[in-house]
């Protein structure tokens, strides 16, 4: 393939291209490697989740470099479904720390090596909070529920 004929942009597609095929291809050895040594369901439910966040990076981007007939329009498409996701991602990641702390909201269990330790927040969060905090039951159940706020709040807006 010569690649002297090319224009800036073919070439930006190509190695786009590749890069979108290496995310897909790295993704999926690694999933097949959760799937194959299923041992903490709950982990590593949270841990896939995870994972199939780059995918999905990579083909809206890639979507969105390209210049075809309806392009935008899946574009905008692809574009909605990756914030919902992303926002999802993000609980589970909470979720995923908790489960490594064995943090329990509903039993009401907040490991003894962290509770009590301060949080010291920056602006703009001392805005509604005070700018230290103790880690405790409360402040944790209280970052879940901004965490699904988010959740909820970040497809629509």
């Not at 470099?65 to 498409?77: A, H, I, N, P, Q």
């Not at 001392?126 to 880690?135: A, D, G, H």
């Not at 039951?137 to 965490?147: D, F, P, S, V």
Request: charged share 15%; aromatic share 12%; hydrophobic share 45%.
């Amino acid at each position: 393939m010569d690649l002297s004929h090319l224009n800036r942009g073919q070439i930006t597609r190509m190695g786009s291209g590749f890069c979108v095929l290496l995310t897909l291809h790295f993704t999926f050895q690694l999933l097949a490697q959760h799937l194959f040594h299923w041992k903490n369901p709950k982990e590593q439910k949270a841990i896939v989740i995870i994972i199939l966040m780059a995918p999905i990076y990579a083909v809206v981007s890639f979507v969105g470099l390209l210049d075809v007939r309806g392009s935008k329009e899946f574009f905008t498409l692809l574009e909605s479904i990756k914030e919902c996701y992303e926002a999802l991602v993000i609980a589970k990641f909470l979720s995923l720390m908790y489960s490594y702390l064995n943090i329990s909201i509903s039993k009401n269990i907040v490991p003894h090596e962290i509770k009590g330790r301060e949080i010291h927040h920056s602006f703009p969060m001392t805005l509604f909070q005070p700018r230290t905090v103790k880690l405790n039951h409360r402040t944790l159940k209280l970052l879940k529920y901004w965490t699904w706020q988010f959740v909820v709040i970040r497809p629509v807006c």
